[in-house]
């Protein structure tokens, strides 16, 4: 496989914000038409619950996934209409998808509904209340991994992200992660608390969402990608569309390795990672991940300057 040198990458639940998208929506054509499309292929008005929130409605696992995707697959268009041709994508969780559609290897209309019936099944694979996730700063992976072990005591709780060094999150019952968090705190964590969430995502608590899942998947039309999407399961590429599916359905109940799928971008020439989508959380990641690489983030009109200025530096082919 040829070296990469650019990479799209684009985020996850959690960067949602009231009026995200506004801004390129007023200034792009590309913007709007991404946002009508969606609004048509889910029946109801994303784009108005983007600008305007609430932001209680907007948190709303099945609603976050797809304004998320909506976002990012306009702020892409933006760039693809301007000649924007990343070597490889890749996607923090919810993100895969953003990265799939990218890739040319999902329709916009198929993601963004599929990702909208994911968010549900996700919430409802656990009753509320039953499940937590927690964020570990300032440990090893491999303490944080002996942490959960420990922790566990027949119960679930493990790794669920690997968002870059030092920084961990985990899933799983709700007592077990209690006990985690204790567990890190007394083994020198320079944080460890818990995270507002509504599931424990990615870990075997889900194992029932991916169930559901698994049909809606094989169902779709894919095509193959145009360029390979870095999967969060293994870190490693995927270049074709029955490899891609297969990890977007292991992923659910699988930890993210965001850290290890930057790490090998990088390794294999990635010298400039562009942030697609709302927040700037990547972007931060890379930097501590792949401080040798550039990252820039594009979250609205004012950035487009900062991205192509990177580009032009002779980072694109």
């Not at 499940?131 to 570990?136: E, L, N, S």
Request: glycine letters at 8%.
């Amino acid at each position: 496989m040829s070296a990469w040198r650019v990479a799209a990458v684009f985020p996850g639940q959690g960067a949602q914000f009231v009026g995200m998208g506004r801004a390129a929506y007023e200034a792009f054509p590309e913007v709007r038409d991404i946002f009508e499309r969606a609004d048509r292929a889910l029946g109801f008005s994303i784009t108005r619950l983007c600008f305007e929130g609430p932001a209680e409605e907007l948190q709303r696992t099945e609603i976050t996934q797809p304004a998320i995707l909506t976002v990012s697959c306009a702020l892409y268009a933006v760039l693809a209409a301007r000649g924007f041709r990343p070597d490889v994508t890749a996607g923090l969780s919810l993100g895969e998808y953003s990265a799939a559609v990218a890739a040319g290897a999902l329709d916009f209309e198929d993601a963004v509904r599929l990702v909208r019936r994911r968010g549900r099944y996700m919430q409802e694979a656990v009753p509320e209340g039953r499940g937590a996730m927690a964020a570990i700063l300032g440990l090893p992976d491999e303490v944080v991994e002996a942490v959960c072990a420990e922790a566990a005591a027949g119960e679930t709780v493990r790794a669920a992200n690997y968002n870059c060094p030092g920084q961990v999150v985990i899933s799983g019952t709700r007592a077990a992660v209690e006990r985690a968090v204790a567990l890190a705190r007394e083994r020198g964590a320079r944080r460890a608390v818990a995270l507002p969430v509504s599931a424990p995502f990615h870990c075997e608590l889900m194992r029932p969402a991916a169930a559901r899942l698994a049909p809606e998947l094989k169902a779709l039309p894919w095509r193959e990608p145009t360029c390979p999407v870095v999967a969060n399961v293994d870190a490693q590429p995927r270049a074709t569309a029955d490899g891609l599916r297969e990890a977007l359905l292991r992923q659910v109940e699988a930890p993210v390795r965001w850290s290890q799928s930057v790490r090998e971008m990088a390794d294999r020439g990635v010298r400039l990672f562009v942030e697609i989508g709302p927040g700037t959380a990547l972007t931060g990641f890379v930097r501590r991940i792949a401080p040798e690489a550039e990252a820039v983030s594009c979250q609205g009109p004012e950035d487009l300057g900062n991205v192509f200025a990177s580009i032009s530096g002779g980072l694109l082919k």
